[in-house]
């Protein structure tokens, strides 16, 4: 759209050139809908919110809500899902709590506000505080441009990334799961960080096999499979490309 372009009734309301530029993001507003038709269940806000609170299994929720495990269980694999709500295993149980995000601290703020429930936990930390994580190096460029909230999101896409080496995201799934339009996410993750994602979790990957071929006995499919290929050809072809050296190479050199 032509930023001086004139709107078909002019009321003497001022459409700057922000507001016709967002309007037109309509993959945005689309991640933000599903987030909504996601919790347009009140069963679903429900265990969400309860999960803002309290870490629990599928047994003591299904008691609390007054529904049946199946029903919950259905619920939770949504919400997962879609990365508001996260789970760890202890033994035979499953518990599940909110995931500590800034989408996750917005939406049960919205909640409680809707519904004017004072949050006992608001002052004594868990879900509505959430903990900040290491700063990003002050010699990054790109920063400067983008608010806190967003540059936190994308150290929270790098965390997750750089934690799970040996799974392959999408940018379709980071950006549903941290509520971001996947072409700013790859325009803030390139300015921050300076390359782009695949490239720089690339490097990641190269790092850690590099170290895991000279530090263990791993084979070299193990290693591959370690850093997220499931090619132990197209895994060494990479390596090389990026080191030099074939992963059998580097071995014998240790």
């Known amino acids: 759209m032509d930023d001086h372009e004139l709107i078909p009734h002019d009321h003497g309301g001022e459409i700057n050139e922000n507001l016709r530029e967002n309007i037109e993001k309509t993959e945005r507003f689309k991640t933000v809908s599903d987030v909504f038709k996601l919790l347009a269940d009140p069963s679903r806000v429900r265990i969400f919110w309860l999960l803002c609170h309290c870490e629990e299994c599928v047994v003591n929720i299904s008691y609390l809500t007054g529904m049946t495990s199946p029903a919950v269980s259905h619920h939770l694999r949504q919400l997962r899902a879609a990365g508001l709500i996260q789970s760890r295993r202890e033994g035979k149980e499953v518990y599940y709590k909110a995931s500590a995000t800034e989408q996750v601290r917005l939406l049960h703020g919205a909640i409680e506000m809707t519904m004017e429930i004072a949050c006992p936990e608001e002052k004594s930390g868990d879900i ?13 460029g790109g920063e400067g441009r983008y608010s806190a909230q967003q540059l936190e999101t ?30 700013s996410l790859k325009e803030m993750f390139k300015a921050v960080y300076g390359k782009s994602l695949a490239a720089h979790i690339k490097e990641h990957r190269m790092e850690l096999a590099a170290r895991l071929l000279r530090e ?3 084979s070299v499919a193990e290693v591959a499979e370690r850093v997220g290929y499931e090619s132990q050809s197209k895994f060494s072809a990479e390596f090389k490309k990026s080191t030099g050296v074939l992963p059998t190479e580097l071995r014998k050199s240790f």
């Open 216 to 218: 263990t006995d791993m």
């Open 128 to 140: 509505s505080s959430v903990p900040e994580l290491p700063g990003l190096d002050d010699n990054m």
């Open 154 to 183: 994308i150290r929270q896409v790098h965390d997750l990334l750089t934690e799970n080496l040996d799974r392959r995201f999408t940018i379709e799934e980071l950006s549903r799961r941290f509520l971001i339009n996947p072409s």
